[in-house]
Nanobody, 122 residues
């Protein structure tokens, strides 16, 4: 079973930037659609961004469009989430996961990582 490990979270002021990374334990990342999701305290896990197998197609939730960029380097088995112009409402635990198809539903994704905390202060 592949393991996904997220990193790059931290504490940042509003307007700042962070880059999250998600590294897969096996060289199979290119076989999957990859997604970033987040979960704030007391809320359900929500879709943030997904990227297709080769990286040619991306989708974002409306609240992060123009601020976040998802990318992937299949040779490094790594997916990234560049987050700019961060807002306090972006505070959450961010998770990466994989799927066999294009979807924004968390239920269609598996091999969830342990998550990385992002905290944005005002």
């Amino acid at each position: 079973q592949v393991q996904l490990v997220e990193s790059g979270g931290g504490l940042v002021q509003a307007g700042g930037s962070l880059r999250l990374s998600c590294v897969a334990s096996e060289r199979t990342l290119s076989n999957y659609v990859m997604g970033w999701f987040r979960q704030a305290p007391g809320k359900e896990r929500e879709f943030v961004a997904i990227i297709s197998w080769s990286g040619g197609t991306t989708y974002y939730t409306d609240s992060v469009k123009g601020r976040f960029t998802i990318s992937r380097d299949n040779a490094k088995n790594t997916v990234y989430l560049q987050m700019n112009s961060l807002k306090p409402e972006d505070t959450a635990v961010y998770y990466c996961a994989r799927s066999a198809r294009i979807s924004t539903a968390p239920a269609d994704f598996g091999s969830w990582g342990q998550g990385t905390q992002v905290t944005v202060t005002s």
